[in-house]
Every structure is written in structure tokens, then in C-alpha cells.
């Protein structure tokens, strides 16, 4: 049984997550006969073990506290992390547009701190793998450490290589390629060597400057489909009988996401109809250039 599975009366060594009325939250691992100190008084353990989720309990000073088991989008922005994650919002919409589905062989980089890494295992399932690649050990052993404890030990299909995608990929044949680096533009040639037709790649990319140098790159190399970029905002709501409204204040910018499809082999991308803007790739423009739209000698 993993994390993603669990359900049942609350057993020793699972997490679970108490919430005050206040709405400040603890994660406690259950261990029999531990306390857990707050301000509010000592909760004892043993007074969640065997209970099913959802109970209240008080602590020794009559505070209440609600149980719950962590959410897989509770867990991924309370874990520990060496580097920056995906937030859930992100990654929902990575798992929609980049048509992540069950027995899908993905591969990702960076894994930085498993946060994603643990979104792609629950879509692709038990018949799926995935490959994921990270540069630096120290974040490696943390995504370790945050995925086990939140999918469980028993990950067939996953393989976590320490080392750079671009040499250390052993996939030969991916379904679905995901980027969060910071040059996703140079995992080009190896989408175009291992994704299957119909494949996707997506990059996940913070500023605008990467997002059109990621854009332009697949467009200069043809053998992909139209990239599409978008972003999501989210925005939560304070909701109290008529005061009915968006909250004040909220994440105004995560990163943009980008898809494109893996043409057959020997054909090439339709490109656009529409005509660039007047400009777009004059002589100001230094990046890469579509087919079509290479400077002129005297430009
Ligand atoms: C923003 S973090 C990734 C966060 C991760 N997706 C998550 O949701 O927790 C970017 C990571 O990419 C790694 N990285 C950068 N270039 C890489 C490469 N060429 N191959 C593998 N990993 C790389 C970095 O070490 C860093 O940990």
C-alpha cells in the first residue's frame, strides 16, 4: 500500500496532518505512545492511532485539532527541498496538457525535489515508467527521501540517474519528455532523437526570455508541431456569507509551460499561417530563426 493508495484507521508510521481552528497546520509521523508539543498542550498519539481520518481531538489544554492525512498537493509544498518545486497548480496542468496517462514511459529533468516527480508516478500507474534525471546528488537523495515517503518503497517503474539528461538519458523510445531546467533548449536534439511520433515535449520555464529562446529553438528545428505556451493563475476566494470575494493577495507567477508534438520521421513541422509580426525576426532579432526567415546577407 503507498501514500497514494492509503485509506482505513490510521496506522504507526504513516503522516498525518492537524490543523488548528486558527487553520495553522503540523504534520506528525504516528509513533504509540509519542507526544506531539504545540502551544496549545501535548496531543498524544495513541489518541489518532486506529481512528479514521476526519476525527477531533484535544489536545491537554482542550485545543482542538483536526486529522486528516496529507493531500498530495499538502505534501509536495511542505516538503523538504534543496530545489525550487513545481507547485501543484503547475503540475495539474503538466498532467492535462502533456497528456500524462497510465503506462506512459516518461522521462523528466531536473527532478530537484521530487515534487512533480510524484504527480507523473500517480498518472502514469503501475503499468508506466519513469525516468528521472537530476544533476546534483545532494537534490537527488532529497527527491529519494520526499518520493518513497509519500508513493511508498515499491516504484518498479521509476529510476532516478544522477547526472546530466543529455548523457546519461537511457530511454530510447519516450512518450512524454518534461523540462525544469534552465536551458531546456538544449534537450532539443535529444526530444528529436527518442520521443515517438506523436510524443510530447513540455518545458517548464520561469522567465520569458527562456520561454522564447525554448519556442524558437523547436520551431528552428522542424521536426515538432506549433508550440503552444501558457501560463495559470490561481486565485482563491474568501468566502463568508456576503463578503463573497477573490482574496487580496495570491501567487501572481510561477513559470510558463510549453508543448510540442514529435513530427513522423521525415516530416516536417506545417509551421503557422499566420506572418510574424512585422520585426519579429529582423535584424534586432539574435535567437534562432524558423526555416523561411533567415536573415538576408545585407540585413
Ligand atoms: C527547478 S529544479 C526542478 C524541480 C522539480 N521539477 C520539482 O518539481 O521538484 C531544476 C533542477 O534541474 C536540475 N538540472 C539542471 N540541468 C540539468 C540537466 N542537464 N540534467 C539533469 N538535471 C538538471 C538542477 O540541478 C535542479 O535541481
Given at each position: 500500500m503507498t501514500s497514494f493508495t492509503r485509506s482505513g484507521p490510521?496506522?504507526?508510521?504513516?503522516?498525518?496532518?492537524?490543523?488548528?481552528?486558527?487553520?495553522?497546520?503540523?504534520?506528525?509521523?504516528?509513533?504509540?505512545?509519542?507526544?506531539?508539543?504545540?502551544?496549545?498542550?501535548?496531543?498524544?498519539?495513541?489518541?489518532?492511532?486506529?481512528?479514521?481520518?476526519?476525527?477531533?481531538?484535544?489536545?491537554?489544554?482542550?485545543?482542538?485539532?483536526?486529522?486528516?492525512?496529507?493531500?498530495?498537493?499538502e505534501y509536495v509544498v511542505s516538503m523538504p527541498r534543496g530545489a525550487a518545486i513545481i507547485y501543484p497548480k503547475d503540475a495539474a496542468q503538466i498532467v492535462a496538457q502533456a497528456d500524462i496517462y497510465p503506462g506512459a514511459r516518461v522521462v523528466e529533468a531536473g527532478a530537484g525535489s521530487g515534487s512533480l516527480t510524484a504527480y507523473l508516478l500517480r498518472a502514469i500507474g503501475p503499468t508506466g515508467?519513469?525516468?528521472?534525471?537530476?544533476?546534483?546528488?545532494?537534490?537527488?537523495?532529497?527527491?529519494?527521501?520526499?518520493?518513497?515517503?509519500?508513493?511508498?518503497d515499491d516504484l518498479p517503474g521509476w529510476t532516478l540517474t544522477v547526472g546530466d539528461v543529455r548523457d546519461a538519458v537511457t530511454e530510447t523510445e519516450i512518450d512524454r519528455l518534461i523540462l525544469d531546467m534552465v536551458d531546456p533548449w538544449t534537450c532539443i536534439p535529444l526530444a528529436s532523437e527518442r520521443l515517438v511520433p506523436g510524443g510530447i515535449v513540455c518545458a517548464y520555464v520561469a522567465?520569458?526570455?527562456?520561454?522564447?529562446l525554448f519556442v524558437e529553438s523547436i520551431r528552428a528545428d522542424g521536426g515538432f508541431t506549433?508550440?503552444?505556451?501558457?501560463?495559470?493563475?490561481?486565485?482563491?476566494?474568501?468566502?463568508?456569507?456576503?463578503?463573497?470575494?477573490?482574496?487580496?493577495?495570491?501567487?501572481?507567477?510561477?513559470?510558463?509551460?510549453?508543448?510540442a508534438r514529435r513530427m513522423a520521421p521525415g516530416h516536417r513541422s506545417m509551421g503557422t499561417s499566420r506572418r510574424p509580426a512585422p520585426g519579429a525576426y529582423g535584424p534586432d532579432y539574435k535567437g534562432p530563426r524558423p526555416a523561411g526567415l533567415e536573415l538576408a546577407e545585407d540585413d
Open positions: 490510521l496506522v504507526e508510521g504513516e503522516w498525518v496532518r492537524l490543523t488548528d481552528p486558527k487553520g495553522r497546520k503540523h504534520n506528525v509521523q504516528l509513533e504509540p505512545g509519542k507526544e506531539f508539543s504545540t502551544k496549545k498542550g501535548q496531543i498524544r498519539h495513541d489518541d489518532m492511532l486506529g481512528q479514521p481520518e476526519g476525527i477531533v481531538i484535544q489536545s491537554s489544554l482542550d485545543h482542538p485539532y483536526q486529522v486528516f492525512r496529507p493531500l498530495l498537493f515508467t519513469l525516468g528521472s534525471y537530476e544533476l546534483r546528488e545532494e537534490f537527488a537523495e532529497n527527491v529519494r527521501k520526499n518520493v518513497h515517503q509519500v508513493a511508498g522567465t520569458t526570455t527562456q520561454l522564447s506549433e508550440p503552444r505556451a501558457w501560463e495559470t493563475l490561481e486565485r482563491d476566494w474568501h468566502l463568508q456569507g456576503l463578503a463573497v470575494r477573490p482574496q487580496h493577495s495570491m501567487n501572481g507567477h510561477t513559470a510558463f509551460l510549453v508543448t
